[in-house]
Structure formats: structure tokens, C-alpha cells
């Protein structure tokens, strides 16, 4: 069992930057693949981020080059660093704990997920 927890989302302006943080229960952590999801008002979640445990990376296209994912397998944490944000960035931000995902972008790959955190970035 994981349960996670996060953290760091707030209003930002246009252009500025963020970092969430998402703290893990549990001894595996290390052994989990991570990701991060948005869910903005009327939309589906959707992907944003992924580190796998050997530490891959994956981003969706509309976040590469401005969002960076890590994690700390010490602190059984993940992180999320957004620069250069957007009003279109918008949504509940939601860390995920999947064991060996497969496809790293799929919900359904993730088995343990957080509240959520609201980040509002305005123009």
C-alpha cells in the first residue's frame, strides 16, 4: 500500500514557476514507476509527467522543455518543477505510484494516486 501526498500548488503568474512535491508512505518507493497528471475543469485527467525507478523520463508534448520531473528515493519523494507557466496549465495537478508501468502515459497503469493540488497560473 502507497498512499501519497502532495504539495506546492498555489497562483502564479504567467511566466512564473513552481514546484510540486508528492511524499510517499511505504518502504517500495523506490521500486515504483512515478507520474504526474492534470485534470483542468470539464477535461479528462491527463498525462504530464513520468520517471520510471531506474530514472527515465517522459513528458507530454505540451509540458517538454519547460516542466522537469525527479524524484528522491531517500525522501520517498517525486517532484515536479514547472517554469514558464501558462494559464492553459491550469488544473488540479495529481502524482501517481504504478509498479512496472508499461506504458507510462495511461491512467489505468497507475495504481495509487494523491488528492490533488491546485495550481493557477494568470495571464
Known amino acids: 500500500q502507497v498512499q501519497l501526498v502532495e504539495s506546492g500548488g498555489g497562483l502564479v503568474q504567467a511566466g512564473g514557476s513552481l514546484r510540486l512535491s508528492c511524499a510517499a508512505s511505504?518502504?517500495?518507493?523506490?521500486?515504483?514507476?512515478m507520474g504526474w497528471f492534470r485534470q483542468a475543469p470539464g477535461n479528462e485527467r491527463e498525462f504530464v509527467a513520468a520517471?520510471?525507478?531506474?530514472?527515465?523520463?517522459y513528458y507530454a508534448d505540451s509540458v517538454k522543455g519547460r516542466f522537469t520531473i525527479s524524484r528522491d528515493n531517500a525522501k520517498r519523494t517525486v517532484y515536479l518543477q514547472m517554469n514558464s507557466l501558462k494559464p492553459e496549465d491550469t488544473a488540479v495537478y495529481y502524482c501517481?505510484?504504478?509498479?512496472?508501468?508499461?506504458?507510462?502515459?495511461?491512467?489505468?497503469?497507475?495504481?495509487?494516486w494523491g488528492q490533488g493540488t491546485q495550481v493557477t497560473v494568470s495571464s
Open positions: 501517481a505510484a504504478a509498479q512496472s508501468p508499461t506504458y507510462v502515459a495511461s491512467r489505468n497503469e497507475y495504481n495509487y
Open positions: 520517471i520510471r525507478r531506474g530514472g527515465s523520463t
Open positions: 511505504g518502504r517500495a518507493f523506490s521500486s515504483y514507476g
